[in-house]
């Protein structure tokens, strides 16, 4: 997730739908919430490997996604069953964030929440911590509280924190999960690193924003997101579709592990950033209107020295945040171009709002974003104008402030879209087909 505020106003449930022609693949649920913040570091270390049964699995495996409208939260959940026998968790959807982790039933700090909503390690068969000096231990923050490891046996202790000072501590263990694949097998892995939460503290995973959901699946690209620990056995890839979340009931679609798309995608290279090595940045290259290419320079959208700048695709961060300099540019022309009364609040704390009562059919300009790779990400009106209030839409795109980091294509800009993340290609790829409702 990264660091932008949460849209508190929305309630999005959404699912990620994973598709093959002929191979079967891990499909995982996905539930639509508010966004997270980014970690502000994570420690330098080879991939682990998941430490599964060395028998074949299938070559995709699939989670449910659904959003998280139905609980106020402007996020996606994954449905991730861990434990056995299994328990069913919705985890925030993350690809801005790299560790898994789940409110545990130690969790001091959570006592407002429900029966069902933690994780009981103490019902599983297959729970284990890790040890502090197990190198997958080495793979993440520590408190600064924690004792030197030591020949004694104690528990690997992690504390892995978001830009905007939220934090998740516990302990770092692992599970064994249950999936689906696309023909309906199930399949069980075992040995998920994941974080067992018992603090839990910060808007970002205690406040509105964070309703409905036990803990956050990190997709990043870091070694200890839930890709990396999955991708050597799935390809490397994934894929999923973020499905209007004003549709009610939502629709479900899913998170798919493998590379299963068959359909035609418009490519765009994958960028590295070694000084934030989590994120999926890609190359803005213009910005048109209407089709009326705007005056922004292309330093505007580049990554700096220091690793600032640059654009990712967050599937936790709800909102689109452009830098500013664009961001101007293109609220400027958007207000030459609306032709209905503007609405003045500030508590809606979006630059242009305007009133559609009495239209129709509205109709607002046309937002057009060429990517490297001569793709072309040219989203529907409803993606970037959403509606507040009765009557009242405004749009859903705001500024990256300086000094925060990077713009962000964030999930209401995505939804209707089929991504693919293919990390050994460094590309990612995308089309408006492929999405249909299930």
Known sequence: MASHPSLTLLILIFFFNFRSSTEEYLKLPLVKRNPLSSPSHLLAADIQRLNTHHHHHPSNIKSPLVSGAFTGAGQYFADLRIGSPPQRLLLVADTGSDIVWVKCSACRNCSNHPPGSAFLARHSKTFSNHHCSATSCRLLPHPKTAPPCNNHTRSCHYEYSYADGSLTAGLFSKETT???????????????????????????????????????????????????????????????????????????????????VSQKLSYTPLLNNPLSPTFYYIAIEDVTVDGVKLP??????????????????????????????????????FRRRVRLPAVEDPSLAFDLCVNVSGVARVKFPKLRIGLAGKSVLSPPARN????????????????????????????????????QFEVDRSRVGFSRRGCAVR
Do not use: H
């Open 296 to 333: 922004i320079t292309a330093s505007v959208w580049e990554i700096d020295d220091q690793g600032n700048g640059g654009t990712v695709v967050d599937s936790g961060t709800t909102l689109t945040f452009l830098a500013e300099p664009a961001y101007r540019q293109i609220l400027a022309a």
């Open 178 to 260: 249950t999936f689906n694949t696309s023909s309906g097998k199930e399949v069980k892995l075992k040995n998920l690193n994941f974080g067992c939460g018992f603090r839990i503290s910060g808007p970002s995973v205690t406040g509105a924003s964070f309703n409905g959901a036990q803990g956050v699946m990190g997709l990043g690209r870091g070694p200890i997101s839930f890709i990396s620990q999955l991708g050597r056995r799935f390809g490397n890839s994934f894929s999923y579709c973020l499905l209007d979340y004003t549709i009610s009931p939502p629709p479900k679609s899913y998170l798919t592990i493998g590379d299963v």
């Open 384 to 419: 970037y104008f959403i509606e507040v209030a009765d009557r009242v839409k405004c749009l859903a795109i705001q500024p990256a402030k300086p000094g925060s980091g990077f713009s962000v294509i964030g999930n209401l800009m995505q939804q209707g879209y089929l991504f």
